[in-house]
């Protein structure tokens, strides 16, 4: 069964200055990993992010959500700062 990705309108602009080897790689791990098996491929986040997901892409995360049969992804960015970032928005 496959989940339906969904973007929050952020997203586009969290990807814009990545370099397009990167954009790949995150693109792919969406289509082949996130929609097929959300809860399998990612993890929980804990604390003030409590009831969120990620999905690790190398050094990247993707932060998302499982709404039914919808995956929606609320922000992709360095793992330095992504969650930082995520918990202002």
């Known amino acids: 069964m496959l989940y339906e990705p969904k973007y929050h309108p952020e997203v586009a602009r969290d990807i814009s200055g990545f370099p397009q080897n990167i954009k790949t790689r995150i693109r792919k791990a969406i289509e082949e990993r996130l929609i097929l098996d959300p809860l399998k491929f990612g993890e929980p986040?804990?604390?003030?992010?409590?009831?969120?997901?990620?999905?690790?892409?190398g050094d990247y995360r993707v932060i998302y959500e499982v709404q039914g049969q919808a995956v929606v992804i609320l922000k992709i960015g360095h793992r330095r700062d992504v969650y930082k970032k995520f918990g202002r928005t």
């Open 45 to 57: 986040l804990r604390r003030s992010l409590s009831g969120f997901r990620k999905l690790r892409v």
